[in-house]
């Protein structure tokens, strides 16, 4: 079973849409639930035209109701989005107080059945809220835009992701510029996991739009996202023993190699042909900038 986590830190850079494609490009044969946990409220219901009141909400509503020895089961809080791919959809209106109580009882719902992929949303700046979450999944990945503000904003917070997700935390950077994504991860400090293009027809169709797009399955969009899938459910190699913050006791677990050690490289005839970059100043100019400002 693995269990990957994606947040942003600023804006709204694409983390639903990321979810939503990297649950779509999942490794046929292993299954693959997307939950939606974003504390500033869901929006698969609404896009993709799904009850809001099936999901995270009356999923957490089971948990209470189920005695602590028992197992909630997941299945009746599933919807199933047209392209076939499972989602436990959040409520629409944000700020629960109790949002991540259940996270514990969503993973022994899933049990080892299936996979899970998690739409963290904006992550607060102190990561209050989400106790217990960055502790038990196998990768965290943060979406963030190849802009300026994005780039301050990764590096400010690196530190205390790594501090509570240490080496499972990486990035996807949306191709937006004027920064590449490997400045991007060397100014942050933090792994590039994934660099996807910046493609909005692709994107709107990830997202639920009606719109037809037939390069959807050929895109360079999906298939990075594809790639990604497969990387992060790649069998790891050696088994690491590490501490279970939840039982505070000693565990093997198995996750080296979830994260890509390098960028994904797209098969031949993925690439599309990219605009020129930009002309902006070196990234490592920012942080001067901004003590100077
Ligand atoms: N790779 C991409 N290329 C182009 N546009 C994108 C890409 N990813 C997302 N977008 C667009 O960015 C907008 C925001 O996307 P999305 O809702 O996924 O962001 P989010 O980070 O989940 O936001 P929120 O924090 O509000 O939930 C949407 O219009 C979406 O189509
Ligand atoms: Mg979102």
């Known amino acids: 079973m693995t269990v990957v986590a994606l947040a942003s830190l600023k804006g709204a850079p694409g983390v639903t849409t990321m ?7 999942w490794p046929g044969g292993r299954r693959v639930v997307l939950c939606e946990l974003d504390p500033c409220g869901g929006d698969l219901a609404p896009r ?15 948990v209470r109701r189920t005695s602590p020895k028992a197992i909630t089961p997941l299945e009746p ?12 959809a959040g409520p629409v209106s944000g700020g629960a107080g109790d949002w991540f109580f259940p996270f514990g009882s969503l993973l022994e719902a899933a049990g080892g059945s299936c996979d899970l992929v998690v739409d963290l949303g904006r992550m607060p700046t102190e990561h209050r809220g989400i106790g217990g979450v960055l502790e038990r999944v196998d ?12 780039a301050l904003r990764v590096r400010e917070q690196s530190a205390q992701l790594r501090a509570r997700a240490d080496d499972r935390v990486g990035l996807i950077v949306i191709e937006t510029g004027p920064y590449p994504p490997s400045e991007i991860a060397s100014f942050s400090g933090l792994r590039l996991a994934a660099a996807v293009p910046f493609d909005p027809g692709v994107a709107s169709v990830a997202g639920g739009s009606d ?17 990604l899938a497969a990387r992060l459910t790649a069998e790891p190699t050696e088994p690491t023993i590490v501490r279970d913050p939840s039982a505070s006791r000693w565990r093997i677990r198995r996750r080296t190699g979830r994260l890509p050690s390098e960028e994904p490289h797209l098969p031949a005839g993925w690439e599309e042909r990219r605009e020129p970059p930009v002309p902006c100043p070196p990234v490592d100019s920012l942080a001067a900038s901004e003590v100077e400002g």
Request: charged share 15%.
């Open 211 to 227: 719109r037809s797009e037939r390069r959807f399955a050929r895109s360079s969009l999906f298939a990075s996202s594809a790639l």
């Open 77 to 88: 809080h599933l919807q199933q989005l047209a392209g076939g791919l499972q989602v436990l």
């Open 48 to 62: 993709f035209g799904l009850s809001a009141r099936c999901g995270w909400s009356s999923f957490s509503l089971s």
């Open 19 to 25: 979810a939503c494609l990297i649950g779509s490009g």
């Open 139 to 150: 990768a965290l990945l943060v979406v963030v835009r190849g802009d300026a503000p994005s």
